[in-house]
């Protein structure tokens, strides 16, 4: 599969890049080759080969830590410099009627 400038345009349109014709041409290059090494995956034979659960081939364990607040009692700290304050919390202006 090969893509022309005028599909490269239009993938830059839906990602909402702006580019020229320089940036086109380069774009065009680089893309063709990506779906070149895709399309060269695709002939791997891959029956047999099990899939890796988790994105590791090694299994890893995540620590788990306690679940509880460290940091609580500070909001005199963390509202310091709020523009606006309303008791212990951020004072915003209202926005929904």
Do not use: H
Request: hydrophobic fraction near 40%; avoid cysteine; charge should be negative.
């Amino acid at each position: 599969m090969s893509l022309d400038a005028a599909t490269v345009r239009r993938v830059a349109n839906l990602a909402r890049l702006r580019l020229d014709e320089t940036e086109v041409e380069k774009l065009q290059t680089e893309l063709n080759g990506i779906l070149g090494w895709i399309e060269q995956l695709q002939t791997v034979d891959t029956d047999g080969v099990e899939p890796m659960a988790g994105g590791s081939p090694v299994p890893v364990a995540l620590p788990w830590r306690q679940d509880a607040v460290t940091d609580g009692g500070q909001a005199d700290a963390v509202l310091r410099n709020a523009p606006d304050r309303e008791g212990e919390y951020f004072g915003v202006p209202k926005v929904v009627e």
